[in-house]
């Protein structure tokens, strides 16, 4: 990245990342930038955020700020190609990629101050369950949701036999629906939940609440000492990539 950063300037052509409302959740605009990262070093292209004031840039940061740039600065540049998320939807891989996400993302302060607020009973060692039920489940107004038919596969029975056999550690349960999450708790009374308000960052009636929350549950997970996921998502793949930390599906 050091490398990349100190060229930077003389790179002649220029990719400008517009990730909008619509494009996906915290995951998707995390992976989709560093897809597009990997590519623009492997091609030394200078890149660009295009800051389009959505939630999920005030709390997750770019640790290089002359990345980010407005409309108004991209009508200046010249060689400049436009990429949004679908550019990279066929890539073999959307998890891989050449350097560390800690390398190029920060949080938020405000986001670490959260983190007391939703789970102020947060130990200082814990693993992480997270179940995505998907968008079919989200309990919201249903004429807000994307896609509706979004339905995650998991094991009800898998779930607890893996809270089962790791009874000796903080265990910490994120779901995208709250009765399921409750469920769960009232049958291992012993697992972590966040007091937190659940909603998608890419639905246009989520709240700054929930989309603070939902980023908040993020850090969280990125802090795991292991990420169980129960069901396919990105959120908690690409939360395991900021420092590595063992995935298991």
């Known amino acids: 990245m050091e490398n990349y950063i100190n060229n930077y300037k003389n790179f002649e052509k220029t990719f400008v990342y517009d990730f909008n409302l619509k494009n996906g959740g915290i995951g998707d605009f995390i992976k989709f930038f560093m897809l597009m990262l990997t590519h623009c070093m492997e091609n030394n292209i200078k890149i660009y955020h295009k800051i389009n004031n959505i939630e999920i840039e005030k709390y997750i940061k770019f640790k290089y700020d002359f990345m980010n740039i407005t409309i108004d600065d991209i009508e200046k540049l010249n060689n400049v190609t436009i990429q949004s998320p679908c550019n990279y939807y066929n890539n073999n891989d959307h998890y891989k990629y050449n350097v560390n996400l800690n390398e190029v993302f920060y949080f938020d302060n405000s986001i670490k101050s959260n983190v007391e607020k939703i789970l102020p009973s947060l130990p200082t060692n814990y693993i992480s369950i997270h179940l995505r039920l998907g968008d079919n489940f989200l309990e919201c107004d249903r004429k807000y949701v994307i896609s509706g038919n979004d339905v995650r596969k998991y094991s009800d029975e898998k779930i607890y036999k893996f809270i089962?056999?790791?009874?000796?550690?903080?265990?910490?349960?994120?779901?995208?629906?709250?009765?399921?999450?409750?469920?769960?708790?009232?049958?291992?009374?012993?697992?972590?939940?966040?007091?937190?308000?659940?909603?998608?960052?890419g639905h246009t009636n989520t709240t700054n609440?929930?989309?603070?929350?939902?980023?908040?549950?993020?850090?969280?997970?990125?802090?795991?000492?292991?990420?169980?996921?129960?069901?396919?998502?990105?959120?908690?793949?690409?939360?395991?990539?900021?420092?590595?930390?063992?995935?298991?599906t």
Do not use: M, P, R, W
Request: aromatic residues 12%; hydrophobic residues 35%.
């Open 209 to 248: 609440t929930q989309a603070l929350d939902a980023i908040t549950e993020f850090y969280i997970l990125s802090n795991s000492q292991l990420i169980y996921a129960a069901s396919y998502s990105g959120f908690s793949k690409v939360a395991s990539q900021f420092k590595n930390i063992e995935y298991i």
């Open 164 to 201: 089962e056999n790791n009874s000796d550690n903080n265990i910490i349960l994120f779901c995208d629906n709250n009765a399921k999450k409750l469920q769960i708790k009232e049958k291992y009374k012993q697992i972590i939940i966040a007091n937190s308000e659940i909603g998608h960052t």
